[in-house]
T-cell receptor, first 116, second 108 residues
Framework: NAGVMQNPRHLVRRRGQEARLRCSPM?????VYWYRQLPEEGLKFMVY????????ESGMPKERFSAEFPKEGPSILRIQQVVRGDSAAYFC??????????????FGSGTRLTVV | KQEVTQIPAALSVPEGENLVLNCSFT??????LQWFRQDPGKGLTSLLL?????REQTSGRLNASLDKSSGRSTLYIAASQPGDSATYLC???????FGAGTRLTVKP
């Protein structure tokens, strides 16, 4: 049973380009969470999604950032017109249900985005 | 809004010492609390998940306790080893909030 799969592991983009980060949750998990971790800082919640629905996007920057979790395929975190300040590690987690009664989070290995 | 705080931010101990990492949360209406380990440049590895109905969870040299009424959890590491050096994070999954972590260094 594969864990949470994130790709790419490393992504380099020039300023102004688009970055697409993908996350495939664990089999049987229908809830996906995206977090951002700046160097030497903790994890900051960005967005919580279920299939075809954004449940909570209170941590998402208002501009340039979007997320989706389609009926088929992985969840995608998209950053348009990247700037140097977007350089960070982006982690995805999944759970079987929100509230995680019994399950807890399972995390992917992250995507490290570098904007040059 | 749930806030999670971890103290201390960094800790350095000699090998073999027993140590305690602290995590506090402001909203006691939690379902569970989860402790993670993160090595530099790596992802998060789940260590222990403690349910709100439990007081303790143990795994090897690790023991996590939970006191909902006081909004606190502790992670106890017995007989620390250099390989325990990492950042330890606590999370309240239901509120999707993490503490900033405690960076632990165990010196040989």
């Amino acid at each position: 049973n594969a864990g949470v799969m994130q790709n790419p592991r490393h992504l380099v983009r020039r300023r102004g380009q688009e970055a697409r980060l993908r996350c495939s949750p664990m089999k049987g998990h229908s809830h996906v969470y995206w977090y951002r971790q700046l160097p030497e800082e903790g994890l900051k919640f960005m967005v919580y999604l279920q299939k075809e629905n954004i449940i909570d996007e209170s941590g998402m920057p208002k501009e340039r950032f979007s997320a989706e979790f389609p009926k088929e395929g992985p969840s995608i975190l998209r950053i348009q017109q990247v700037v140097r300040g977007d350089s960070a590690a982006y982690f995805c987690a999944s759970s079987p249900v929100k509230g995680i009664r019994g399950g807890g989070y399972t995390f992917g290995s992250g995507t490290r985005l570098t904007v040059v | 809004k749930q806030e999670v705080t971890q103290i201390p931010a960094a800790l350095s101990v000699p090998e073999g010492e027993n140590l305690v990492l602290n995590c506090s949360f402001t909203d006691s209406a939690i379902y569970n609390l989860q402790w993670f380990r993160q090595d530099p440049g790596k992802g998060l590895t789940s260590l222990l998940l403690i349910q709100s109905s439990q007081r303790e969870q143990t795994s090897g040299r690790l023991n996590a306790s939970l006191d909902k009424s006081s909004g606190r959890s502790t992670l106890y590491i017995a007989a620390s080893q250099p390989g325990d050096s990492a950042t330890y994070l606590c999370a309240v999954p239901n509120d999707m909030r993490f503490g900033a972590g405690t960076r632990l260094t165990v010196k040989p």
